[in-house]
T-cell receptor, first 115, second 116 residues
Framework: KAGVTQTPRYLIKTRGQQVTLSCSPISGHRSVSWYQQTPGQGLQFLFEYFSETQRNKGNFPGRFSGRQFSNSRSEMNVSTLELGDSALYLC??????????????FGPGTRLTVT | AQSVTQLDSQVPVFEEAPVELRCNYSSSVSVYLFWYVQYPNQGLQLLLKYLSGSTLVKGINGFEAEFNKSQTSFHLRKPSVHISDTAEYFCAVRSLLIQGAQKLVFGQGTRLTINP
């Protein structure tokens, strides 16, 4: 079974631009979560989508948004990029069928650099 | 709200020596506990998890962890490390309060370096 895939793996953008990152979950997984990883702040939860609905949200500004499609693929968008948005963005998927399907499987991440 | 503290940011160990990576958590509700490993330029891989039951849990690559409710700790151990264990290790908690939600709260990570 294929793992979580994220595209692109590396991205360089200029301050003020916007960016869209994509995540394809493991087949059959309905929940997709996004995390930001930086050296200073560590791993921080951005949001989670389940059945095309945002189910949980972290403490990030409205410039960070996401969506999930009917095939469970998810995208996250960051508008008006700032230098501080440079980070590794990780996507994780899980079955989330019930409380026992708790494990999150992570993709390799997208390394975003804002110049 | 939950929080996780990994007490050591860096741990250098000689090959074949034992290692313990310490993790304490704070939560007003019951939680699930996890340890993840991250190799350079990769995502996170689940090492082991505690949900309920036996407080000693075994994971992949010879790692194990012990849940101590009174001390709110979940320390990771390995009796004999290898060069290939060099990586960053993250402790994480997930609240049971929010049904179905998958939010993980991570510690700051411990960089384990194995020296020959």
């Amino acid at each position: 079974k294929a793992g979580v895939t994220q595209t692109p793996r590396y991205l360089i953008k200029t301050r003020g631009q916007q960016v869209t990152l994509s995540c394809s979950p493991i087949s059959g997984h309905r929940s997709v979560s996004w995390y930001q990883q930086t050296p200073g702040q560590g791993l921080q939860f951005l949001f989670e989508y389940f059945s095309e609905t945002q189910r949980n949200k972290g403490n990030f500004p409205g410039r960070f948004s996401g969506r999930q499609f009917s095939n469970s693929r998810s995208e996250m968008n960051v508008s008006t990029l700032e230098l501080g948005d440079s980070a590794l963005y990780l996507c994780a998927s899980s079955l989330s069928r019930d409380e026992s399907s708790y494990e999150q499987y992570f993709g390799p991440g997208t390394r975003l650099t804002v110049t | 709200a939950q929080s996780v503290t990994q007490l050591d940011s860096q741990v250098p160990v000689f090959e074949e020596a034992p290692v313990e990576l310490r993790c304490n958590y704070s939560s007003s509700v019951s939680v699930y506990l996890f340890w993840y490993v991250q190799y350079p330029n990769q995502g996170l891989q689940l090492l082991l998890k505690y949900l309920s039951g036996s407080t000693l849990v075994k994971g992949i690559n010879g790692f194990e962890a012990e849940f101590n409710k009174s001390q709110t700790s979940f320390h990771l151990r390995k009796p004999s490390v290898h060069i290939s264990d060099t990586a960053e290790y993250f402790c994480a908690v997930r609240s049971l309060l929010i049904q179905g939600a998958q939010k993980l709260v991570f510690g700051q990570g411990t960089r384990l370096t194995i020296n020959p």
